[in-house]
C-alpha cells in the first residue's frame, strides 16, 4: 500500500495549517506515523474522498451519507464532516464502529436514499477509533470536563485486558449484546493463544468492519445503486485534533464496469 501522494499532501497541511505542526506535538507525530503511517488530517480526509467521488457522479443532494463508527461522542467530528459535504447522513453506529445494521437497517438507510434519474447513491464510511495523548500514549484521550484519563476505544480495550488475563466472556450477553459481537468477532479472526495489543485489535478491527461492510453491501441491486465505501482507523490527537488512517476506498458502479472499482491514492 503505497502513501506517497498523501505524504506529500500531510506535509503541505502542515505547512498551511497552524496546529497540525509536527513539532507542536512532536512525540504524538513520532507514535503516529510509527503505527499509524500515512495517515491524514480527518477533515482533508474526508474533503478528499468528496471530490475524488464527484467524477464519479456522488454529489451532495444526489448522495446520502451512511456512516458507522464508535458510539462514543469524540468521534462524533466525523459525522459532521460526512454531514458537511453530503448533507443527510444515516446513522450506522455501534461499539467500536462494528456494523451491527443487518439487512433491516441496511433496507432503512438504502429506503431513504434519494433516487435520480433512476439511480440511488450513498457513500458509507465505516471505522473503528483510536486515542494517542501528546505523550504517545496509545488509547488515552484527555476528554473535556474530566481530570483523568479515559480510553478509546474502550470497548476494543476490554477485549485486549481479557486476551491478556486468560479470562474470556465467551457467552453471549443480551444486556451487552454489541460487545458480545464484537468479542465474537474479534475471536474468530486470531489464532488460540494470540494477545493483540490495543494497535493490532484496532487495526483487526478495521479489517473485520470492511469485510463485514462488504458482505453486507454486495446484497444490493447495482442496477439501481452506486454506493462508495471509505475505511480506515479515526485517531483522536491532542489540542482536538482527528485523524483517519485511510484503508479501503472504492466505488461500486451500475455502468457495467464490473465490480469495485478501487481509488488509486486509498488502497
Not at 165 to 175: A, E, I, P
Request: with cysteine; hydrophobic share 35%; aromatic share 10%.
Amino acid at each position: 500500500m503505497s502513501f506517497n501522494y498523501f505524504d506529500q499532501l500531510r506535509n503541505e497541511i502542515f505547512q498551511a495549517i497552524d496546529g497540525y505542526e509536527p513539532s507542536s506535538n512532536p512525540v504524538f507525530h513520532e507514535t503516529l506515523q510509527t503505527h499509524f503511517p500515512g495517515s491524514l488530517p480527518m477533515a482533508d480526509y474526508i474533503k478528499k474522498t468528496y471530490n475524488a467521488l464527484n467524477s464519479y457522479g456522488f454529489e451532495k443532494g444526489k448522495t446520502i451519507g451512511m456512516v458507522a463508527i464508535c458510539r462514543d461522542e469524540i468521534t462524533d467530528v466525523l459525522i459532521d464532516e460526512v454531514i458537511k459535504y453530503w448533507g443527510k447522513t444515516f446513522n450506522c453506529c455501534s461499539l467500536a464502529g462494528f456494523v451491527m445494521m443487518g439487512r433491516t437497517g441496511l433496507a432503512a438507510a438504502t429506503d431513504h436514499t434519494p433516487i435520480i434519474d433512476g439511480i440511488r447513491r450513498f457513500t458509507f464510511y465505516a471505522m473503528p477509533h483510536i486515542a494517542i495523548s501528546k505523550n504517545g500514549e496509545i488509547g488515552k484521550v484527555y476528554r473535556e470536563g474530566i481530570q483523568k484519563a479515559s480510553h478509546a476505544c474502550g470497548a476494543l480495550e476490554g477485549i485486549v485486558k481479557e486476551l491478556q488475563s486468560g479470562h474470556l466472556q465467551l457467552m453471549t450477553d443480551m444486556q451487552d449484546i454489541e460487545q458480545s459481537i464484537i468479542r465474537q468477532k474479534i475471536l474468530s479472526a486470531i489464532k488460540y493463544g494470540d494477545k493483540p495489543d490495543l494497535v493490532e485489535i484496532t487495526k483487526l478491527a478495521s479489517k473485520i468492519i470492511s469485510q463485514d461492510v462488504d458482505k453486507l453491501l454486495t446484497s444490493l441491486d447495482n442496477s439501481i445503486f452506486n454506493y462508495a465505501v471509505m475505511t480506515g482507523i479515526q485517531i483522536h490527537g491532542p489540542m482536538d485534533t482527528h485523524w483517519i488512517y485511510p484503508q479501503d476506498f472504492y466505488v461500486v458502479l451500475s455502468d457495467n464496469s464490473g465490480g469495485k472499482k478501487h481509488i488509486n491514492g486509498f488502497s
